[in-house]
């Protein structure tokens, strides 16, 4: 007797868990299971390259040994606090430029002809092209001395401005300050802010706007308060994407930045493989992801209790 065919409803059940479950898989195997690794890794200790085992069952007696100096360490050292300060700073520094400089292009992209999109779109990508290692390096050549972005805003006065608002350090040197550190990360960051602003402007309904305009909203005010407000998913959308990978940072503060602009992703690098000190740059790692993850986790639940009071 052949068997049943499983009904409707089984088959969206099936259909359900396997879209539910595989992105709950993907983050279980390359983030949750690397954070636990890294969280077990801070709290034990370690001899040469061995770690101690965390459980040990000696004499009928079950031990758990936790290595908690660590964390108590980066409450104690100013040198941590500050450092987790500044990368926090200098990620928001470069999201609002990031918003301010993408919002305006993004806007111009989805109201331009459908038959200019794909290019102006292809032009947004044509940096990913090219290596991010390369693009970097450029801008040491253009802050340096000499260079021609550095003589430009010598020449404009530019560099009077950014020593008032503390970004350089004397006039003329704009290498190896916070504003070349901003800079190179808002250049390499533009992108992620871009496309998802793009992706939501050009779904827009415009005759939201025409409905707007026949009762007397002027285009600013239309904008404010029509486009923004529904423009407001790719705005967290691209902050998140720039933000995140921000506070973490290495290469362009290594590149771009100096001694002044010491970020949370040098700390980690001289702690693993300057100090060797493992457990102490996992733990530093897993505050900083803590940052992150925890005031994004309330932002999103805040967001789905919003939604659903709206409905």
Not at 170 to 185: E, I
């Amino acid at each position: 007797m052949a068997a049943a065919e499983p009904s409707l409803l089984q088959r969206l059940a099936t259909g359900r868990v396997a879209v539910i479950g595989i992105p709950y898989a993907w983050l279980l195997l390359f983030f949750l299971l690397p954070f636990l690794i890294l969280a077990k890794i801070s709290v034990s200790e370690m001899e040469n390259v061995v770690f101690k085992d965390l459980i040990s069952y000696r004499d009928g007696l079950l031990q758990l040994q936790l290595k908690l100096s660590n964390y108590v360490f980066i409450t104690e050292d100013a040198l941590y606090f500050k450092t987790y300060i500044a990368s926090l700073q200098y990620a928001a520094a470069t999201t609002l430029l990031c918003l301010a400089i993408g919002y305006p292009f993004a806007y111009f992209m989805a109201r331009a002809r459908a038959t200019v999109q794909p290019t102006l779109l292809l032009l947004v990508m044509l940096p990913f092209w090219t290596s991010f290692l390369l693009r970097v390096y450029a801008w040491k050549g253009l802050l340096s001395e000499h260079g021609w972005v550095a003589d430009a805003l010598v020449g404009l006065g530019l560099d009077q401005l950014l020593l008032a608002l503390g970004a350089i350090s004397a006039p003329g040197k704009l290498m190896n300050t916070p504003f070349s550190l901003v800079l190179g990360m808002t250049y390499t960051y533009l992108p992620f802010m871009i496309l998802p602003l793009y992706g939501n402007l050009a779904k827009m309904d415009l005759r939201l706007l025409e409905a707007a305009a026949d009762l007397g909203a002027t285009p600013w005010v239309a904008f404010w308060k029509i486009t923004v407000p529904l423009s407001k998913a790719g705005i967290i959308a691209g902050s998140m994407l720039v933000f995140i990978p921000c506070v973490g940072e290495f290469v362009i503060p290594e590149l771009l930045g100096g001694p002044e602009t010491l970020m949370i992703g040098r700390v980690v690098w001289d702690e693993f493989f300057s100090n060797n000190d493992w457990p102490m740059a996992s733990a530093v790692a897993v505050v900083m992801i803590l940052l992150i993850i925890v005031p994004l986790a309330l932002f999103n639940k805040y967001q789905a209790e919003a939604r659903e009071a709206a409905r």
